[in-house]
Structures are given as C-alpha cells and as structure tokens.
C-alpha cells in the first residue's frame, strides 16, 4: 500500500520527510513524499526556512497522482500554498489526511504565522485526524473560539505522556511506555506511524497504541548526535522478536561453543514487563513465550540500566578461554554471581565515557560462565562468533 507524506525536507534525516519515509518503511508500506520547505536544522537549531513555489509543490502531487493509487496521507510542515494543492487533489481523489500540525519546532523556531494557523482551521476540516501537541493544541483551540469552524467536528489526538483522543464528543486517555529521553523528530515518526497502522484498516485506539509502541522503539534506538537524538524507527514486535530467534539458532549451530545441554536465547520486546514479553528459544528450535528462567530474569533486571539491551545467551566457558578473551578488545565485565545487584553493578562499573557497555559479563566459578547481552538475538550470535575466533583463533 502506498502512503504519501507531504512536509518540510530536514537533511539529518532526524525529523520532516526522511523520518516519515523510513518510518512508513519500516512498517511495511511504500512510502511517496512530496516537499513543501526546504528546513536546514539539526538538534542545536534550525538554519533558515525556504517554502517551495506554488508551481514547484503541484508539480510534485501531479507527478505522484498521475502514477500512483494513494487513500493515505500523512502531512507535516505545510504552506499555505501546499494546504491549498492538498485540498484541491483530496476533491478530486477523495484520500483520508492525518495531520501532523507543525507550528514550531523544539528550538523554538516558528513554522507558522497566523494566515496559517488560519488557513489550517480550513484544512483541519477536511482531516481524518489531527495529531497536535498540547502546545500546539492550544493554539488550535484558542483560533478555533474566534472563527467559523467547530472544533467538535474534528477528530483530534492531543500528544504528550498520556495522549488525549477527542472524538464523538469522548476524550479518551490513551497511555504507553515511556523512556525520559529528549529525541528529534518523535511526532513526525508518531503521526506517520498512525497514518500506517490505520491504512490497515485498524481502529483509531489500536492505531495509536500501536504507533505509541513504535514510537518507543525509535527513542530507545535514537542516534546520538553531537547535540542531541534523532528518532531511528524501529519496528519490535513479538514477531519479529521470534523471527530474530529462529535465525540466530540457524546461525549459532555452526559455532563451535555452542552448548546443546541447557542451552537457552532469550530475546524480549522493548521494557518487558514480566516473563510473557520474553521469548526463549532452545536447541528443539521451539519458541516459547512466559519461560521463567535465569536468563530471562536477566533481561527484566537490565531493562532500566540499559533498555536497548533485549537478548542474553548464558554459556559454560573454561579458564584458559577467560583469560585469552580478557587479552582481547572485547570488553569484560566480572560479576560475583548471577543476582541482581551483582548483574548491575558488574555492567555500571565497566561502563565507558561514552556509556558503552561490556560485550560480555562473567562469572569467575570452577566452571567460569559468560553472559553475552546484545540488542537482539542475531547480534548475540555476532558477538559469540567474535568470540570464537579470539579463543580458537577460527578465521570467517
């Protein structure tokens, strides 16, 4: 299904047209795009403001309306010259609008005035959904007590912590996880994630839910900038969690350090809550979630400290082993047992400067044991096959 995203073009790719694309990617969809501005910024500031021709934006929507079928469209920063081409195509090819209302950004740099905001009360009209934030929101509010539209008409997602969902004369809160980072570009990924999740015919709560999960994941994997985060999409679902199990047991069988004998992969969904947002694979190559285990318990005592960690592996290792992989650069981190606290302390004491954490944690017994974390079960096998060059000095 093809989605079209129509918007400011941000060159980090941090927020605007490159984080709708890759976030309408990510979810399986084609993703069309069609600029309004030119927006140079980055995490410290926005540069300048360019709007595109009247003539320059129609040219664009010609162009994909000419080739393509589209039913979905996602918008960002408009023009009052893009606001009128958008309502001119929905009359003839008659596409349901999310919009994203982009009134300033997060330094504050203003992407509107009031001829705007105006001509936005028009088009708001015309929109399946609104998605401002409570700023944002209130601005709305306030233009829509002095003019001839009915703000009860709309429907309306109003973002933060909790969002609120105005629609048939309900407000209804709707709440998700939440990680206490400041990241780029997330409402950009937020509202073209819903526009996804509702193309495939899903209600407007499961939409939201769904896109507040998605969300997460791109917060949690942000990419680190010299000033801040972008939003990095990112798609986790338990699906996707067992499809990383199944390959990563295909790929670990032909590891010489594989154990067959009590051998267990787990790999969880962003900040389990309990066993049931664990999966846990074995040699049988059954996948199951809700296994209580000592390797599962390991993923829900490093949610908090690190939530990007959601694969362990625990394997019985030899001392000689130890010692080659201690000469090694792969980092390491001794633990006194498999405890909580002894689990945490052992990953706080070996963190770096730039908060990398240990590839591998072990625990100094007669048999000594490594515990391999990795972000999902396939880097768990890139780390065990690093690992077994450094002890048998195999060559891939």
Not at 38 to 43: A, D, E, G, L, Y
Not at 376 to 391: A, C, H, M, T
Request: a negative charge; proline letters at 3%; aromatic letters at 10%.
């Amino acid at each position: 299904m093809n989605v079209l995203t129509v918007g400011g073009f941000d060159p980090t790719g941090g927020a605007g047209i490159v984080a709708d694309v890759k976030t309408i990617k990510e979810l399986q969809k084609n993703p069309l795009s069609i600029i309004t501005s030119i927006i140079p910024q980055n995490n410290n500031k926005v540069f300048l403001k360019r709007d595109l021709s009247k003539e320059e934006i129609k040219a664009q929507f010609d162009a994909i309306f000419e080739d393509f079928e589209v039913n979905w469209v996602k918008t960002g920063v408009l023009t009052n010259d893009s606001i009128d081409i958008i309502l001119e195509f929905k009359k003839k090819y008659n596409f349901n609008i999310i919009c994203d209302p982009v009134l300033k950004s997060t330094t504050d740099f203003e992407f509107s005035d009031e001829v705007l905001i105006k001509k936005y009360l028009e088009f708001f009209e015309e929109c399946f959904l609104i998605t401002p934030n409570l700023k944002e929101f209130e601005i709305i509010e306030k233009m829509f007590e002095t003019s001839r539209f009915n703000l009860n008409n709309i429907n309306v997602l109003v973002t933060g912590k909790t969002d609120i969902l105005k629609i048939n004369n309900k407000h209804i809160e709707i709440t998700g996880k939440y990680v206490e980072k400041e990241v780029h570009g997330t409402g950009c990924t937020y509202s073209s994630a819903i526009t996804c999740f509702l193309s495939m015919g899903m209600t407007f709560e499961d939409s939201i839910k769904s896109a507040k999960e998605f969300v997460l994941g791109s917060v949690i994997y942000a990419e680190k900038t010299k000033y801040g985060y972008n939003s990095n999409p990112i798609s986790v679902t338990k699906e996707s969690v067992e499809k990383n199990l199944s390959y990563a047991l295909t790929l670990l069988k032909n590891i010489e350090l594989f154990v067959k004998t009590d051998f267990k992969i787990v790999e969880s969904i962003l900040l389990p809550e309990n066993y049931s947002d664990i999966a846990t694979i074995t040699y049988d190559e059954i996948i199951k979630f809700g296994i209580s285990n000592d390797v599962s318990e390991i993923l829900l005592n490093l949610k908090e400290i690190n939530p990007k960690i959601r694969a362990c592996i625990k394997i019985e290792c030899d001392k000689l082993s130890v010692e080659k992989l201690k000469n090694s650069e792969i980092s390491m981190g001794s633990i006194a047992n498999l405890e909580k606290n002894s689990i945490i302390s052992g990953l706080t004491d070996c963190i770096n400067s730039d908060k990398i954490y240990p590839h591998i944690l072990y625990v100094n017994e007669k048999k000594p044991i490594l515990i391999i974390l990795g972000n999902n079960s396939v880097e768990i096998f890139k780390k065990l096959q690093n690992i077994e060059k450094r002890v048998k000095n195999v060559q891939y």
